[in-house]
């Protein structure tokens, strides 16, 4: 479509569905350490490069740009790899370090969030309980906004990008949803901060087990109610079909039953934290175990002999989880089940089976580290040839948009941009079942969908200075559009778009335009 029809559209009221046709036209063995990455043939071209940079990203721009030129391609991905510690932006960590999910602990939070529901519920005057009720609804909607909030500044302005992607990936694959009742949205910003992010690059097992001991998990999946003689199976169901092994990979129903068995008992307790323990048994007393939130109990587990996968499994209280767990992450059907979905985040809707097979075998050979696992897939002639053809989902969408655009600025107030999220239906934490939001293109390439980013990418080129007023009554900076056409990303970026998407920026009437015209190009939609 010619720019010219673009306009006349536009002063018709139509800009919306003429961007949608527009964009549907052009269509397209060992833990490893900092080394540099092992890159096959020819050193990378700029061009190669910045994409690079941005699949592994959370998208490209000038400033890293910048670092991978500094660095190497090689030496940059071996540190991401192997991330070391380091600082977001002060004005970025200033606003976490306001909230209240960072200045109390989980276990604090949460029975204090108890006692203040408890409250309200026993309140005799009915407009008294309906506020002390509503204000407590309230409570929970700021810690979810808080750990949203969270996420997003650390994938803008992190150092460690990949360590940021990866988070994000577990955080689907372990889905939990904030949706679900009860304290879930005080607990989710928690789950990502100490169950997942800690382990996104470690190994998988660890991983696992964290998830497992955390009560955003128990609670979502029902295994607090989990007991002797009152078997709940979605936990164990839901850790060997989306979690390990996969469907299809030779498990029955009665192994699903029998990790039932072993998951008894393993739950919540809101209790403080000097509570005594559960009156017990002498024979079971040892086998108590509180930390933090997550309980074992051991008057709740079935001690009887159990067979899983078809080994068995002698009655042993929590120590039989771990061996489950230590079963289900070393089979060979998770090395592939986890190596496939990895496949499928950063390289192709449907990967071919031999790079699955070399990241299964890398997970196997390094006993589940996933950066070793990664280390294949980057090295991989696949993943190369894949670079610039990968569907942004909405979230990698709108993150990689603010973060080209407003390069070397941190916003104020990620709320547009998580508010951007939501519209393009893929809310932070908001995926009510345990399967996590679709990786693959169909999902999020709709006529629909492409209406909308099309309108968001005009908010942000050339009104994205609402990210940088935290009052929004109060009247936008001058100029309220980014210079996107002087990055240095952008330019090098150009060089590989086709002729269609380089003429109509040519014929831009003005800067704001230009930007909405390249924040909703094609070869913007993919990374």
Not at 169 to 176: A, G, L, T, V
Not at 234 to 253: F, I, K
Not at 432 to 452: I, K, R, V
Request: neutral net charge.
């Amino acid at each position: 479509m010619h720019i010219s029809s673009i306009r006349s559209r536009l002063a018709r009221g139509a800009w919306m569905a003429a961007a949608a046709l527009w964009l549907a036209g052009c269509a397209l063995g060992t833990r490893p350490d900092a080394t540099p990455l092992a890159l096959r043939g020819a050193p990378p071209d700029a061009l190669t490069q910045l994409r690079w940079l941005d699949r592994v990203s959370w998208g490209a721009n000038a400033s890293g740009q910048a670092e991978v030129e500094k660095q190497g391609l090689a030496v940059w991905m071996g540190r991401q790899l192997k991330p070391a510690p380091q600082p977001l932006p002060a004005e970025a960590q200033a606003q976490i370090d306001t909230m209240e999910i960072a200045r109390t602990p989980v276990d604090t939070l949460a029975i204090a969030l108890d006692a203040e529901r408890k409250s309200a519920d026993a309140l005799a005057d009915e407009d008294q309980k309906k506020a002390a009720r509503q204000a407590y609804q309230q409570h929970l909607n700021r810690l979810a906004r808080e750990a949203q909030q969270r996420f997003v500044l650390r994938a803008l302005y992190s150092p460690n990008q990949l360590q940021e992607q990866m988070t994000w990936f577990w955080m689907n694959h372990f889905n939990i949803s904030s949706r679900k009742g009860g304290n879930m949205r005080a607990l989710i910003g928690d789950y990502e901060e100490n169950a997942i992010r800690p382990h996104a690059l470690g190994r998988f097992r660890d991983l696992l087990g964290a998830t497992l001991r955390h009560p955003a998990m128990l609670r979502y999946l029902d295994n607090a109610q989990n007991a002797a003689n009152r078997i709940n199976e979605n936990y164990a169901r839901e850790l060997m079909e989306l979690h390990t092994l996969g469907v299809g990979s030779g498990y029955s129903q009665a192994d699903v039953q029998e990790l039932a068995r072993v998951l008894t008992g393993v739950g919540v307790s809101l209790q403080p934290a000097d509570a005594p323990p559960p009156k017990l048994r002498p024979a079971i007393a040892a086998d108590y175990r509180r930390q933090g939130l997550f309980e074992f109990n051991p008057n709740r587990h079935d001690y009887g002999p159990k067979t899983l996968l078809g080994e068995p499994i002698r009655g042993r209280g929590l120590a039989e989880v771990d061996e489950a767990l230590d079963r289900l992450a070393r089979a060979p059907a998770t090395a592939r089940f986890v190596s496939r979905k990895l496949a499928v985040y950063f390289v192709a809707d449907d990967p071919s089976n031999a790079l699955v097979e070399r990241m299964a075998a890398s997970f196997t050979r390094s006993d589940g580290d996933i950066a070793a696992t990664l280390r294949t897939l980057f090295e991989s002639p696949e993943f190369t040839a894949s670079l610039g053809r990968k569907f942004r989902d909405p979230v990698h969408y709108a993150i990689a948009g603010v973060r080209l655009a407003y390069d070397g600025r941190v916003a104020a107030n990620v709320g547009p941009l998580l508010n951007w999220i939501d519209r393009m239906g893929q809310p932070l934490y908001g995926h009510e079942t345990p399967d996590g939001y679709p990786l693959h293109e169909a999902a999020w390439a709709s006529a629909g969908q492409m209406n909308t980013r099309f309108e968001i990418a005009r908010i942000l080129g050339a009104n994205g200075a609402v990210l940088f007023r935290t009052d929004a009554k109060a009247p936008l900076e001058s100029p309220a559009f980014p210079p996107l056409a002087e990055s240095p990303a952008v330019r090098e970026m150009q060089t590989g778009f086709g002729a269609g998407t380089r003429e109509v920026l040519a014929q831009a009437k003005n800067p704001p335009e230009w930007n909405t015209l390249l924040l909703a190009a094609p070869e913007l939609m993919r990374r």
